[in-house]
């Protein structure tokens, strides 16, 4: 079983600026480690330059508290330098399991 270290991306609602009734997500980034459980990758033909690439794979993170309190915004994984959206997500405690879709492209956090 390969080992597995990375960040996990959730993401929330923030008022920008306060009172202004625009509202935009905000991603933060925690680091978690683990296992993978699963690897495997489908190709999905499309009538697009490129192929659509969808992961099967399955991750167990040892989890901590914030992870369990925020279980609804978790958004995406980075593994191998590629966003990975988290499709679904099974508390097995004190692990999370999760299991990754297709290529996630929406907000990030911000890098300093």
């Given amino acids: 079983m390969a080992k ?3 960040k996990v991306g959730y993401a929330h609602d923030e008022e920008v600026p ?3 009734g ?9 680091e978690y480690f683990g296992d993978v459980i699963s690897d495997a990758r489908q190709f999905s033909a ?3 330059v490129n192929d659509n690439v969808t992961l099967s794979n399955r991750v167990s993170i040892v989890s901590d508290n ?3 309190a925020n279980l609804e915004t978790m ?11 988290v499709s679904n997500i099974k508390i ?3 692990r ?17």
């Fill in 92 to 94: 097995d405690r004190p």
């Fill in 96 to 112: 999370l399991i999760l299991s990754f879709g297709g290529v996630y492209n929406g907000p990030k956090a911000a890098t300093t």
């Fill in 22 to 30: 625009v509202w935009v997500k905000v991603v933060t980034e925690r």
């Fill in 46 to 48: 499309t009538s697009q």
């Fill in 66 to 68: 914030f992870a369990y």
């Fill in 18 to 20: 306060p009172d202004s």
């Fill in 75 to 85: 958004v995406y994984v980075k593994l191998n330098e590629v966003y990975w959206k």
């Fill in 4 to 6: 597995f270290h990375g």
